[in-house]
């Protein structure tokens, strides 16, 4: 059963970075598409950023500039490069793989001021 797992989530001042990682434990999946989303307290859950089967990368405009989607093919792991964070930021990170919509169980994200 494909289990993908985000890690590298933490605590981290306003300005600092962090880089998630996502891939599947169980080593079954391949990640060809993987799309990253966040949920903060009281809000929705949003887009940051997705990356397709060929490379190509979308950023929503509130991390455009300071984060970056990467994948790296022989360890079959997608990384966010987070950069200048901000309080805002602040939220539960998941990775949504494709094929197949599977889910991570997310990893928690906190900027302080």
């Known amino acids: 059963q494909v289990q993908l797992v985000e890690s590298g989530g933490g605590l981290v001042q306003a300005g600092g970075s962090l880089r998630l990682s996502c891939t599947d434990s169980?080593?079954?999946?391949?990640?060809?598409?993987m799309n990253w989303y966040r949920k903060a307290p009281g809000k929705s859950r949003e887009l940051v950023g997705a990356r397709n089967s060929a490379g190509d990368t979308h950023l929503e405009d509130s991390v455009k500039g300071r984060f970056t989607i990467s994948r790296d093919n022989a360890k079959n792991t997608v990384y966010l490069q987070m950069n200048s964070l901000k309080p805002e930021d602040t939220a539960v990170y998941y990775c949504n793989g494709h094929p197949g919509n599977y889910w991570g169980p997310g990893t928690q994200v906190t900027v302080s001021a």
């Open positions: 169980a080593n079954i999946f391949t990640i060809n598409a």
